[in-house]
């Protein structure tokens, strides 16, 4: 089965920029789509196709994909973006979704 | 607006079945590539996919869960409704159901989770 990898934290402060990666066979073939979840709360799908916004997502989060690697960047990171990121992708021989481990960003 | 929320009981017994509903609004599973999914996170742990029906009867499972999975649709009701057998204490999770859109292939609404604890 396709795995996807990230990194389980990434520490980044206030008005940096946090990049988040999502490690995966041949992942720049595939659309990858980055949701957000902070504690107690349900994902919030914040790119999808590599690097579309939802509407109400702010442009300081963009997504890229090339490679064996796709990654989620947010510019001019803020305390409200403290959460857990996860990186999906759907499985080419079915409709099969499958998701990353998750990385838990910091605001430092 | 698209909203979604599951509702079932929250404790079940070893070896039992967990049935969960999701009822939803604002969209139409009976409309050309629509589907909604069902995916679990145990306390800590990372996202896992379970099961997806579309819109024309598509059913989807997770390989490792397949032979414990039943999902099913009642378009008259807007539900969808999940059933797990056999009941591990490895199977307690925040349970989520999602709406997959025909143009945006994420699950881009989610429900607010329903956590299931499995203890005798």
């Known amino acids: 089965s396709y795995v996807l990898t990230q990194p389980p934290s990434v520490s980044v402060a206030p008005g940096q920029t946090a990049r988040i990666t999502c490690g995966g066979t041949n992942i720049g073939s595939r659309s990858v789509h980055w949701y957000q979840q902070k504690p107690g709360q349900a994902p919030v799908l914040v790119v999808y196709d590599d690097s579309d916004r939802p509407s109400g997502i702010p442009e300081r989060f963009s997504g890229s994909n090339s490679g064996n690697t796709a990654t989620l960047t947010i510019s001019r990171v803020e305390a409200g973006d403290e959460a857990d990121y996860s990186c999906?992708?759907?499985?080419?021989?079915?409709?099969?979704?499958?998701f990353g481990g998750g990385t838990k960003l910091t605001v430092l | 607006q698209i909203t979604l929320k599951e509702s079932g009981l929250t404790l079940v017994k070893p070896t039992q079945t967990l049935t969960l509903t999701c009822t939803f609004s604002g969209f139409s599973l009976s409309s050309s590539g629509v589907g909604v999914g069902w995916i679990r996170q145990p306390p800590g742990k990372a996202l896992e996919w379970l099961a997806l029906i579309f819109w024309d009867d598509g059913i989807y499972y997770s390989p490792s869960l397949r032979r414990r999975l039943t999902i099913t649709k009642d378009i008259s009701k807007n539900q969808v409704v999940l059933s797990m057998t056999n009941m591990d204490p490895v199977d307690t999770a925040t349970y989520y159901c999602?709406?997959?859109?025909?143009?945006?292939?994420?699950?881009?609404?989610w429900g607010q989770g329903t956590l299931v604890t499995v203890s005798s």
């Open positions: 999906q992708v759907w499985a080419n021989d079915s409709d099969h979704p499958v």
């Open positions: 999602a709406h997959r859109g025909p143009r945006v292939a994420a699950f881009d609404f």
